[in-house]
Structure formats: C-alpha cells, structure tokens
C-alpha cells in the first residue's frame, strides 16, 4: 500500500533528504545518453487514480527511476487537478494529459445507435457485453491513441494501464533494445479471445485480405492466429494491456486500411471486438515473426495472469513473481506456439483459396 508514503523516486536524494550517509555499495546511476523518442501511454479515468499510482510507483522503481521516460494520460473526460497532482508527483518525469476528441470516443455516422443497444442487450451475459464506455474504449484503443497530437513526437510507445504490476527489476531500456532490431511490436501475454466477443472479426480480415492483397506481408504470421484444420481463426492473441511497440506500425498505410475496413464493418458496437485481437490480427497479417518480441523478461502482472521470467538467474536476482504460475506454461497461453513458428511461414494464400 503506497497511499500514505512519501513518493521520491531517487534512492540517493532520499537518503540525503532524510539524514543517511550514501551508502557505498550503490553506485549513482547516471542518465542514459541514448534515448529513444518514446512515451508510457496510459488510458485512464479520475477515478482510476489510485491504482495507477501504485502501477506508476512500481514502474519507477523498476524501471523508469533510471531512464525518465514521459508519461502521456488520456481520457475522455478532462483530468481532475487531483489527479494531475498525484500523478505528476509520482515520476520525477514529464507528465501531459489529453482530452480525446469527441469524434475518436463516440459513435460515427454510419453507424446505428439502435442496432449499438440491441446488441448489447443481446450480449448481456458476455463479459463487458453490455458496456458502451468499454466498447468506446477498445475502439479508441484500436484506432485512435496513437493519432493524439500528445502522441505526435514520439515513434514508440508502451502501454500502461491502472493496477497492474512489474515484478522484476528492467536493467535496459526496451525502447532502444525495439529501435536497435527494427521490432515492431513487444508482447509479455498472449491468451484466448472469447469467441462470443468476435463473431464475424476473422470473416471480416479474410474479406479485407481478399479486398487488399497487396498489402499483406510475405512471410508473415497469419500461421499462429489460423486453426490448421478449419482455417478458421484460433482465437490467439497478445494481451493488448502490456504492448511495447511502434508507433510507426499503428500509423502504417497498412494498418489504418486495415482499422477503417473494421470501423466501417461495425463490429466495434455490434459485436465487441477487442483492441487486442484487433491489434493482434494486424501483426499477423502486416508482421513478420523476426519483428515481434516476447519480452519473457519483464515481470507483469494484470488480473488473472501473469508474465514471469524462469530463468533461475534472473528470477532470483531481479524479480517477486512465481516461475512456476507464468501463463505462459498453461494452454490459455499461445507464446509456445509463437515461438515455435517458423519465420519463413506464410498463411495467406492458404486462408484465402483453402478456406
Ligand atoms: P480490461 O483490461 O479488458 O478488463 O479493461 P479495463 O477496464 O482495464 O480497461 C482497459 C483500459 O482502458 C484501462 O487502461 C482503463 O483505465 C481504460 N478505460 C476503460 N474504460 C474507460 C473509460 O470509460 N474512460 C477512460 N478514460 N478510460 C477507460
Ligand atoms: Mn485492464
């Protein structure tokens, strides 16, 4: 419980502030020279404060204590002078905070508001299947964050949001360790979707990659979202609450076609696709395998999973999470299969004329 301490992140200013001689054995980390233009980009309502502050204290100490990387809040509602306080005194980083314009959170005109409610009658029993809020958010999550003016100056972004948890100390910075390899999108989870949520989300892709050919890629990873023996999708997808990624993938000509083909198929109200097999789909089609990353290393969790490193050294030396209880073990997980893929796979042709 972080509620009632004092937040000041630098161990060293700490301890002089409070009367301790600096010790030793801990040497002052200097700031990295090198740095990618990348930001924590978190979605996140007023009432939301409090967990993100003890996600955001958790990331500090970890991680970003040692390498200041901005924070970018956005809600769709203004920001509270409270929340701004408590969440600019939790970093010694830059904090901003953006208001999402009306036309990214609410219903566009080819859309029918009526059909929106029947459906979410109709889906009552479905987790969040009859939120409109939650449906706002995975579509603002699938096609807008990364078009936010706050979002502009950077070309790589990790997604953050209230409550979850980093279990084990980052030494290096993912950001540059993305840039330096040319990867484009950075997973710890990956589960199951709900098929009840996506009824018509894999038949719609297969119509936009009939329709747009030319923009999937070759090889790609379409091989770990297809079932071998349907062709149908196999619900596989990676946990969008974590993402390390660029943001140049989500503002590629590939994906926005991809986004408004969604957009204007309406599945976002009439169904209730995700942000995350959305996401997901665009990697398998638009990605190949030697772009995306499992960072295996980076201990997270988000309620009911987690992400924690086997490796004996590091899980000793750097981490406070179970090995054992990582998802990636358990067969909600498809990271074994990711890994197991070839990276020369392609689906496409077998999804299209196949099935
Ligand atoms: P879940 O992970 O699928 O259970 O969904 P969450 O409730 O965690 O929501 C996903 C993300 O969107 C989190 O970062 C939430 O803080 C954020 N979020 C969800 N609904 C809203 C909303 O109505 N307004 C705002 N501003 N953020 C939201
Ligand atoms: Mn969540």
């Given at each position: 419980d972080y509620s009632d301490m004092k937040i000041n992140l630098d161990p060293v200013r700490q301890m002089e502030t409070s009367g301790f001689a600096i010790p030793a054995v801990e040497p002052i980390e200097v700031a990295p020279t090198k740095r990618a233009k990348a930001c924590f980009v978190i979605l996140v309502r007023n009432s939301d404060i409090h967990d993100l502050r003890a996600t955001m204290r958790e990331l500090e100490d970890r991680f970003n204590h040692k390498f200041n990387y901005p924070y970018v809040f956005l809600n769709n509602e203004p920001f509270s002078d409270e929340f701004k306080d408590l969440t600019s005194t939790a970093t010694s980083a830059n904090t901003s905070y953006g208001l999402i314009p009306r036309e990214h959170w609410g219903y566009p005109s080819w859309i029918s508001e009526q059909k929106a409610a029947d459906a979410r009658v109709e889906m009552?029993?479905?987790?969040?299947?009859?939120?409109e809020s939650y449906r706002h958010m995975c579509r603002y999550e699938s096609g807008f964050f990364f078009r936010h003016p706050l979002m502009e100056q950077y070309d790589y972004y990790w997604r953050v949001e209230p409550g979850v948890k980093f279990?084990?100390?980052?030494?290096?910075d993912p950001f540059l360790y993305m840039q330096e390899r040319q990867l484009k999108y950075g997973f710890t989870i990956s589960i199951h979707e709900l098929v009840k949520t996506i009824p018509t989300l894999w038949k719609t892709t297969k119509q936009f990659m009939r329709e747009n050919s030319q923009l999937v890629a070759h090889p790609n990873t379409l091989e770990w979202v297809t079932d071998p023996r349907t062709g149908d999708y196999n619900l596989c997808h990676f946990w969008s609450n974590f993402e390390i990624a660029s943001l140049g993938f989500l503002r590629s000509e590939q994906y926005l076609s991809y986004f408004d083909y969604l957009d204007k198929a309406g599945g976002f109200f009439y169904e209730r696709w995700g942000d995350a097999p959305v996401h997901s789909l665009a990697v398998a089609m638009f990605l190949r395998k030697d772009e995306v990353h499992w960072f295996d290393d980076i201990g997270y969790f988000h309620n009911p999973m987690n992400n924690c490193p086997t490796d004996p050294q590091i899980n000793r030396n750097k981490c406070h999470c179970?090995?054992?209880?990582?998802?990636?073990?358990?067969?909600?997980?498809?990271t074994k299969e990711f890994m197991a893929l070839d990276p020369m796979s392609d689906y496409s042709d077998r999804i299209l004329n196949e099935h």
């Amino acid at each position: 419980d972080y509620s009632d301490m004092k937040i000041n992140l630098d161990p060293v200013r700490q301890m002089e502030t409070s009367g301790f001689a600096i010790p030793a054995v801990e040497p002052i980390e200097v700031a990295p020279t090198k740095r990618a233009k990348a930001c924590f980009v978190i979605l996140v309502r007023n009432s939301d404060i409090h967990d993100l502050r003890a996600t955001m204290r958790e990331l500090e100490d970890r991680f970003n204590h040692k390498f200041n990387y901005p924070y970018v809040f956005l809600n769709n509602e203004p920001f509270s002078d409270e929340f701004k306080d408590l969440t600019s005194t939790a970093t010694s980083a830059n904090t901003s905070y953006g208001l999402i314009p009306r036309e990214h959170w609410g219903y566009p005109s080819w859309i029918s508001e009526q059909k929106a409610a029947d459906a979410r009658v109709e889906m009552k029993d479905v987790i969040y299947g009859s939120s409109e809020s939650y449906r706002h958010m995975c579509r603002y999550e699938s096609g807008f964050f990364f078009r936010h003016p706050l979002m502009e100056q950077y070309d790589y972004y990790w997604r953050v949001e209230p409550g979850v948890k980093f279990m084990c100390d980052i030494d290096y910075d993912p950001f540059l360790y993305m840039q330096e390899r040319q990867l484009k999108y950075g997973f710890t989870i990956s589960i199951h979707e709900l098929v009840k949520t996506i009824p018509t989300l894999w038949k719609t892709t297969k119509q936009f990659m009939r329709e747009n050919s030319q923009l999937v890629a070759h090889p790609n990873t379409l091989e770990w979202v297809t079932d071998p023996r349907t062709g149908d999708y196999n619900l596989c997808h990676f946990w969008s609450n974590f993402e390390i990624a660029s943001l140049g993938f989500l503002r590629s000509e590939q994906y926005l076609s991809y986004f408004d083909y969604l957009d204007k198929a309406g599945g976002f109200f009439y169904e209730r696709w995700g942000d995350a097999p959305v996401h997901s789909l665009a990697v398998a089609m638009f990605l190949r395998k030697d772009e995306v990353h499992w960072f295996d290393d980076i201990g997270y969790f988000h309620n009911p999973m987690n992400n924690c490193p086997t490796d004996p050294q590091i899980n000793r030396n750097k981490c406070h999470c179970d090995p054992t209880k990582s998802i990636h073990h358990s067969s909600y997980s498809c990271t074994k299969e990711f890994m197991a893929l070839d990276p020369m796979s392609d689906y496409s042709d077998r999804i299209l004329n196949e099935h």
